[in-house]
């Protein structure tokens, strides 16, 4: 337990922090492993960073001045991680790991938390490309055929005195109006895209939360990401030592996230009427509530962090299969289209070759 001198000194630390540009990389979580290993090989802090700042050819020249600087002045480690850009999560966790102790098994966790989110994204990233590669295709085919094959076609049979007429006619009219509707649909899911951004953007946390969970197409999206945030961070804390007020307390006073110091109020509230921390996060709309579940069992387990985080990476897994599922359902869809358009390209070409011949005889 950290003194109150201490607990006011790090939420006015962690006020400040903004998320900057990782000047590392994809080597942050190296650092981190490499600077756990240094220091149980009996290095000292001051020691471990100086070696390992020389390492990095990645970090420019201006950045390993700047973080030297601050070593030699004697800064604690997690400012020189905010130096280098390093997570607001990781920063907050070595910010504790400075007052509790723990800092080896903090490193190596914080190292595995960058290692997992990165291979997360790789995934959503699969996830969601090939679609978006056959859909730029689709439209990329679109552009060129109106732009070069239509006009042509046109213009030879002005050139020879008559028109197109039958299938044709109705193709090509079909290929000129599928441009306008491509382009609806963008600009009516651009709008749809906007609309989100602006409630998301509003101040009343209570409000936009509301709303983003009344709209179908958000809704699941919102609370298993909430709901993966949330778990995630309280187990992470918890599983390095922390209580569920000191937890509650700093994601209160934080301004990293506000739906985190929303959700954590609430909680905080349901706990002072006396309820269990399994049944106040039950009570929270944003967070899904099979979460009190698991709460409930580590609760009698002794073991609610690693319940958490067992249940993040579970809500995580469910985002990641539902756009896959999304993606599965969209895939065959498209590739119809491109099929149908195809066709009516194939069409387009042919059909004036056969009627022009049969003008000509």
Do not use: W
């Amino acid at each position: 337990m950290h003194s109150g001198k201490e607990e006011a000194s790090l939420k006015k630390n962690l006020k400040h922090l903004r998320a900057g540009s990782n000047r590392l990389g994809k080597y942050d979580s190296h650092f981190l492993y490499k600077l756990a290993d240094l220091l149980e090989n009996g290095f000292t802090m001051h020691q471990a960073l100086i070696f390992l700042l020389e390492q990095y050819d990645v970090l420019k020249d201006k950045d390993k001045a700047a973080c030297l600087a601050l070593v030699e002045e004697g800064a604690t480690l997690s400012r020189v991680l905010k130096r280098l850009g390093f997570r607001n999560t990781i920063i907050i966790q070595i910010s504790f790991a400075e007052i509790h102790g723990e800092m080896l098994m903090n490193l190596r966790e914080s190292a595995f938390y960058l290692d997992h989110m990165r291979n997360t994204s790789k995934k959503l990233l699969k996830a969601v490309q090939y679609p978006l590669v056959l859909v730029s295709i689709f439209i990329i085919m679109l552009i060129v055929l109106n732009y070069t094959v239509i006009p042509q076609f046109n213009s030879l049979y002005s050139a020879m005195g008559t028109s197109s007429d039958g299938v044709v006619t109705v193709l090509t009219s079909f290929l000129q109006l599928l441009p306008r509707l491509v382009l609806t649909a963008v600009s009516a899911a651009a709008v749809f895209a906007i609309a989100v951004m602006f409630i998301a953007a509003m101040k009343d946390v209570d409000r936009k939360s509301r709303i983003l969970l009344f709209i179908p197409g958000v809704r699941f999206y919102f609370r298993n990401y909430q709901t993966y945030r949330f778990s995630r961070e309280f187990g992470y804390f918890i599983n390095n030592g922390l209580e569920v007020k000191e937890i509650l307390d700093l994601f209160i006073h934080q301004t990293l996230n506000e739906y985190l110091r929303y959700s954590s109020g609430l909680i905080e509230g349901k706990l002072m009427e006396g309820h269990t921390l399994s049944e106040a996060i039950g009570r929270i709309d944003m967070l899904d509530e099979k979460l009190a579940v698991f709460v409930s069992h580590g609760e009698q387990n002794s073991s609610v962090g690693k319940e958490l985080i067992l249940f993040s990476e579970y809500t995580l897994e469910r985002i990641i299969m539902k756009i896959e599922n999304i993606t599965r359902k969209i895939q065959p869809v498209i590739f119809l289209i491109l099929g149908l358009l195809i066709i009516c390209l194939y069409l387009v070409i042919v059909l004036p070759i056969f009627q022009m011949m049969a003008t000509i005889n």
